[in-house]
């Protein structure tokens, strides 16, 4: 399948590498609207044509099949949405899909009208023992699901929002943990099912950002059980941890590393010390650096779900849930009040310019 770039920021080498090592895959073009971090970007590549809009690029490769957005994250509707009338190409989308819930809204139904398929990037649903805890998920081995955590302790200096302005604004970006916790987030949904209500505290401590650099919520899901998620960007001196805590009333399971690669814990009632080690034996996995393993094994699925009709792990919808369970936190932190789902955010001030929020 033929590949191209829309961005060529810091995550796009993780797309460039993954896309190599793919059997059925060419990365064929990519731009940027800097035009020197496209064109250092197709050398790396090597030597690729380069474009400064998305427009020059898929006016000269009407083979393009699918386009891979890693814009800023406030720019992925707009940039879906134009690109899926004007060209009809499949959307591979970078986390999180989009800040407001209309635009996620707005983007599934224009994929939809266009017979397009949008894949939202959650890399870590691959890492391998995240894959195994879903497997003991859906085999219901926890029993009565008690109790799910996430932590992301990661350090981010001033120095990282500074290097671009969108970083850290609320129009653009989010805080914590709407950048860096979404994959956590989403994790904790996917273990734990729906979501019901939430309430939360944020604050901005070490960072000079609109947006909060540390965040707590609590949410309660359906099923009844309760879900913590502590996040922030103010850990220093450096990066500690991204982890995933399940415990249900027949076992616990905690995966923890720089970005929920590693299995600590793998602890089931019913199930022998023997199997319970040979679990965190074989699925212990570190990462290079926190972004993980998984873009190579999530661009596959994609080509895997094209090629052969397949649903997608994680669609529009999919990746809608997470945009919802973020703003309810946001309008959780903002009025004080419990927040249930589902609702439209009036308070969130996720995804709007100053002037235009409430
Ligand atoms: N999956 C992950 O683990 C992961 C990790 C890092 C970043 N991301 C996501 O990837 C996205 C990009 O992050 P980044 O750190 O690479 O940002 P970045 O600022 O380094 O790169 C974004 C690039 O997009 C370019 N751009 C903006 N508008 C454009 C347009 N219309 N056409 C072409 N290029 C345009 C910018 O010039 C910039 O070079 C964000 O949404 C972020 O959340 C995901």
Same mark, same amino acid.
């Given at each position: 399948m033929k590949f191209a770039l829309v961005g060529c920021g810091r995550i796009s080498k993780k797309h460039i590498d993954a896309i190599k090592e793919l059997k059925d895959a060419e990365l064929i073009a990519l731009c940027d609207t800097d035009i020197n971090k496209a064109e250092s970007q197709a050398q790396y590549a090597g030597n690729i044509p380069f474009y400064s809009s998305y427009d020059e690029m898929l006016k000269a490769h009407e083979d393009i099949e699918i386009v891979n957005i890693l814009t800023p994250s406030g720019y992925h509707a707009a940039n879906v949405i134009d690109i899926v009338k004007k060209y009809k190409k499949y959307i591979v989308v970078e986390k999180p899909m989009a800040l407001r819930l209309q635009d996620a809204d707005e983007m599934i139904r224009i994929c939809d009208e266009n017979a397009v398929r949008l894949f939202v990037v959650k890399q870590n649903r691959y890492n391998l023992p995240v894959q195994k805890l879903r497997q003991a998920v859906e085999k219901q081995e926890f029993g009565r699901m008690v109790m799910g955590t996430v932590r992301v302790r990661w350090c981010r200096p001033q120095a990282y929002y500074d290097?671009?302005?969108?970083?850290?604004?609320? @129009?653009l970006d989010g805080g914590v943990l709407t950048n860096q916790a979404s994959h956590h987030i989403d994790l904790l949904e996917w273990m734990l099912g729906e979501p019901m209500s939430v309430m939360a505290k944020t604050c901005t401590f070490l960072?000079?950002?609109?947006? @909060?650099?540390t965040g707590a919520a609590i949410i309660k899901f359906r099923s009844g059980a309760i879900g913590i998620v502590e996040a922030t960007t103010a850990t220093r001196p450096k990066d500690l941890e991204g982890s995933l805590t399940v415990m249900g009333e027949k076992g616990t399971v905690v995966i923890g590393g720089f970005a929920v690669n590693k299995m600590e814990t793998w602890n089931f009632i019913d199930v022998s010390e023997e199997e319970n080690a040979r679990v965190l034996k074989d699925y212990a996995e570190t990462p290079p650096n926190v972004y993980g393993f998984g873009h190579q094994r999530y661009l596959e699925h994609v080509i895997d779900c094209i090629k052969n009709n397949k649903k997608a792990l994680v669609d529009g919808l999919e990746g809608r849930k997470s945009i919802e369970l973020i703003n309810a936190i946001y309008e959780s932190a903002e009025t004080g009040r419990e927040v249930f789902l589902h609702f439209n955010p009036r308070y969130s001030k996720l995804g709007y310019k100053e002037e235009d929020r409430l």
């Open positions: 290097q671009d302005p969108w970083r850290g604004t609320w @129009e960072a000079d950002i609109e947006t @909060e650099d």
